[in-house]
């Protein structure tokens, strides 16, 4: 298997955790097997990890005081991340 070290961990946190070494089995698996881009999922991480409490506490703070944009956010939660120039993520594949 290749492995992709573009979101390796610093060496002083100590060694992997088991839950890391078997995601990173995972991807690797995924990848491997075509079921997912090695791209797709580092864009994926990469989105993850630009996220902050404060996208959150935007949302529900315009829910709070404005009961239209909660029923839009509890309709349809990405919708209501976009119109408050957040990124709404990716949709789910049903």
């Known amino acids: 298997m290749s492995h992709?070290?573009?979101?390796?961990r610093d060496h002083?946190?100590?060694?992997?955790?088991?839950?890391?070494?078997?995601?990173?089995?995972?991807?690797?698996?995924?990848?491997?097997?075509?079921?997912?881009?090695?791209?797709?999922?580092?864009q994926g991480i990469d989105w993850l990890v630009s996220r902050s409490p404060g996208d959150g506490a935007r949302l529900v703070a315009r829910a709070w005081v404005?009961?239209?944009f909660k029923a839009r956010l509890l309709a349809d939660a990405r919708a209501a991340a976009i119109e408050l120039g957040l990124e709404g993520g990716r949709r789910r594949r049903d």
């Open 66 to 68: 404005d009961p239209e």
């Open 12 to 42: 002083d946190e100590g060694p992997p955790s088991e839950y890391e070494i078997m995601s990173r089995a995972m991807q690797e698996l995924l990848v491997e097997k075509g079921v997912v881009r090695r791209e797709d999922v580092r």
């Open 4 to 8: 992709d070290h573009s979101h390796a």
